[in-house]
């Protein structure tokens, strides 16, 4: 019993088959099983079909075809293992952020049927396998593009989600604003009022406080006048 010519096992991508095709001598009857069971795999078959065959249908997961032939009491069997790659899935839109002043890029995505592991390509190279969703990378460079994919794997082969691109985000982290009177701090305890503005690029910011701390992780410069 062969598979797509092949004795087995055999890999094939997720929601297709292989052809089987089979011969045997001197037997009377043959009986077709599989495990899992299949629909069309089952029952009587002819004692050979070399050509054209029989198709297994579309298989969504790892499958034994066997073949059962019997003589005069005796019998004799043959199996071909179909290893099928994982299901198709999706790389979601990367999600931008920054931990203080360090940007960060965040991966997530669905899980793919029969997956026993996941790598991440970046810029269409491998950089990290065996890892889990979500998954962030933390070796960026603001204000530079980089595009992912995710990489599925099991005995079957291997199958890639889309492909997403983001850029890492330029972070500033925390501003504080202080003043100075004759060159000493001001206030010089508590809080004082002055007149100022921070001003950015996504943001903008009116205070009359000092000292006064902005949780500030936003993109481009920032301006106090």
């Given at each position: 019993l062969k598979a797509n010519g092949s004795d087995g096992p055999l890999s094939i991508p997720y929601n297709t088959g292989a052809t089987l095709t089979w011969t045997s001598t001197f037997a009377t009857a043959c009986?077709?099983?599989?495990?899992?069971?299949?629909a069309t795999w089952t029952g009587s078959k002819a004692l050979n079909n070399t050509s054209p065959g029989e198709g297994t249908g579309n298989l969504t997961q790892n499958?034994?075809?066997?073949?059962t032939c019997t003589r005069f009491g005796s019998s004799l069997s043959d199996s071909v293992l179909l290893r099928v790659a994982p299901a198709p899935f999706t790389l979601n839109s990367p999600a931008t952020s920054c931990s203080g002043v360090t940007s960060q890029i965040t991966l997530s995505w669905g899980t793919s049927a029969g997956a026993t592991s996941y790598a991440v390509y970046k810029n269409s190279v491998l950089y990290q396998?065996?890892?889990?969703?979500?998954?962030?990378?933390?070796?960026?460079?603001?204000?530079t593009a980089y595009s992912y994919f995710i990489r599925a794997s099991n005995l079957g082969g291997t199958t890639d989600s889309n492909s997403q691109s983001a850029t890492a985000t330029w972070c500033v982290g925390d501003i504080q604003?202080?003043?100075?009177?004759?060159?000493?701090?001001?206030?010089?305890?508590?809080?004082?009022?002055?007149?100022?503005?921070?001003?950015?690029?996504?943001?903008l910011s009116y205070s009359t406080l000092v000292p006064g701390t902005y949780t500030i992780l936003q993109t481009g410069s920032w301006n106090l006048t």
């Open positions: 009986t077709a099983s599989a495990t899992p069971a299949s499958t034994t075809f066997t073949l396998s065996n890892v889990t969703s979500p998954w962030t990378d933390v070796a960026v460079n603001s204000g604003v202080q003043a100075t009177l004759d060159g000493s701090p001001w206030p010089a305890s508590g809080t004082a009022t002055i007149d100022y503005t921070l001003l950015g690029p996504t943001h």
